[in-house]
């Protein structure tokens, strides 16, 4: 009688909460929800009176791959977290440029979705994949999403993503690598090679580079496929490209280090590793180092080289 007396309406009775009601507030009624609580809550006959909160649930993820308590990798930068929101979405694409990948690897097999998208071949100018089943590619693409809690192997960082293994032109010119990666981010480069392949859509959302090249200085051709690809991949948004800075311990400064690395518009990527897994991160010892660094990530030392034998 009293919840009619207020103006609200009665939804149902809580047959495990005795005589509780869930109350609803008319559309017309000219005060609110904490109003309603603070007028019932204050009466001597009521015991409690409060909103019905929504509540987001995350889930506490621990992938069952057997591996995983060897990949210190995660807990240095907060992966599980990351996955309480998100293993990440199949409608982002990371391409890996490297010298391919095993595709048939089981740590990549999943029915939810198709893992691979538009591998190829930059070397024979093949998209068959077959032929690109390598070690090196194979453990980057695993490091970048293998698949989580399938009870295989290690866990990639973001398992729910689609990957585009693409191997790399060997002595290519500017010009090979520059189509090369306007054509990854989805964009025409308007090659005239034989047997280049057709433009896709959608192109990657991120670029993962796990080679570089040195030279006197970065080519106009390859800045400016950089700037096109940044400014118009991912439907405009741009791609995201990362450099590796290299293993040879030297100190990455400007114009001492992989010119494709240090550009503005690549992310230039060092290895930090953490062994034993409850002692400090710290550099790998041969990876390169300096003020033109943008991000230091593990990827090297003891501990993750499992992920080396697991995915090789």
Same mark, same amino acid.
């Given at each position: 009688?009293?919840?009619?007396?207020?103006?609200?309406?009665?939804?149902? $009775?809580?047959?495990?909460?005795?005589?509780?009601?869930?109350?609803?507030?008319?559309?017309?009624? @000219?005060? !609110?929800?904490?109003?309603? +609580?603070?007028?019932f809550?204050?009466?001597?006959?009521?015991? %409690?009176?409060?909103?019905?909160?929504?509540?987001?649930?995350? =889930?506490?993820?621990?992938?069952?791959?057997?591996l995983?308590?060897?990949?210190? &990798?995660?807990?240095?930068?907060?992966?599980?977290?990351? $996955?309480?929101v998100?293993?990440?979405?199949?409608?982002?694409?990371?391409?890996?440029?490297?010298?391919?990948c095993?595709?048939?690897?089981?740590? %990549?097999?999943t029915t939810?979705?198709t893992?691979?998208?538009?591998?190829?071949?930059? =070397?024979?100018?093949?998209?068959?994949?077959?032929?690109? &089943?390598?070690?090196?590619?194979?453990?980057? +693409?695993?490091?970048?999403?293998?698949? /989580?809690? &399938?009870?295989?192997?290690?866990?990639?960082?973001?398992?729910? +993503?689609?990957?585009?293994?693409?191997?790399?032109?060997?002595?290519?010119?500017?010009?090979?690598?520059?189509?090369?990666y306007?054509?990854?981010?989805? #964009?025409?480069?308007?090659? /005239?090679?034989?047997?280049?392949?057709?433009?896709?859509s959608?192109?990657?959302?991120?670029?993962? *580079?796990?080679?570089?090249?040195?030279?006197m200085?970065?080519? !106009?051709?390859?800045?400016n496929?950089?700037d096109?690809?940044?400014?118009?991949?991912?439907? !405009?948004?741009? +791609?995201?490209?990362?450099?590796?800075? !290299? *293993? @040879? *311990?030297?100190?990455?400064?400007?114009?001492?280090?992989?010119? $494709?690395?240090e550009?503005?518009?690549?992310? /230039?990527?060092a290895?930090?590793?953490?062994?034993?897994?409850?002692?400090?991160?710290?550099?790998?010892?041969?990876?390169? %180092?300096?003020?033109? #660094?943008?991000?230091?990530?593990?990827?090297?030392?003891?501990? &993750? /080289?499992?992920?080396?034998?697991?995915?090789?």
């Amino acid at each position: 009688s009293s919840a009619k007396e207020a103006g609200l309406d009665v939804l149902r $009775w809580l047959p495990y909460s005795p005589r509780t009601a869930v109350l609803r507030v008319s559309g017309g009624a @000219d005060f !609110g929800v904490l109003d309603v +609580c603070d007028y019932f809550g204050n009466r001597d006959n009521v015991v %409690f009176a409060e909103p019905n909160l929504i509540t987001t649930s995350v =889930l506490d993820v621990t992938p069952n791959d057997f591996l995983f308590g060897n990949q210190p &990798n995660h807990g240095i930068i907060g992966t599980e977290e990351a $996955w309480d929101v998100t293993f990440g979405s199949d409608d982002v694409i990371v391409a890996v440029v490297d010298n391919g990948c095993d595709v048939n690897h089981p740590d %990549f097999a999943t029915t939810e979705f198709t893992k691979f998208y538009q591998a190829f071949d930059f =070397l024979g100018l093949d998209s068959n994949v077959f032929n690109m &089943n390598s070690s090196h590619g194979t453990q980057s +693409c695993g490091i970048v999403g293998a698949v /989580a809690d &399938n009870d295989e192997g290690i866990s990639g960082v973001a398992p729910g +993503c689609r990957l585009m293994p693409i191997r790399r032109p060997s002595g290519g010119t500017d010009t090979d690598y520059a189509d090369m990666y306007v054509w990854i981010a989805g #964009l025409d480069p308007e090659s /005239a090679t034989p047997g280049f392949p057709a433009v896709i859509s959608p192109g990657a959302d991120v670029i993962s *580079n796990s080679f570089g090249r040195y030279e006197m200085e970065i080519s !106009g051709t390859m800045s400016n496929a950089f700037d096109a690809v940044t400014d118009d991949g991912r439907d !405009g948004l741009g +791609c995201v490209v990362l450099y590796s800075v !290299g *293993n @040879d *311990n030297v100190d990455f400064t400007v114009g001492n280090g992989r010119r $494709w690395a240090e550009y503005d518009r690549t992310i /230039a990527v060092a290895s930090s590793r953490n062994s034993p897994p409850d002692a400090a991160e710290e550099k790998v010892s041969s990876s390169s %180092f300096g003020p033109a #660094l943008d991000v230091c990530a593990p990827g090297g030392g003891p501990n &993750n /080289a499992v992920e080396a034998r697991v995915m090789s």
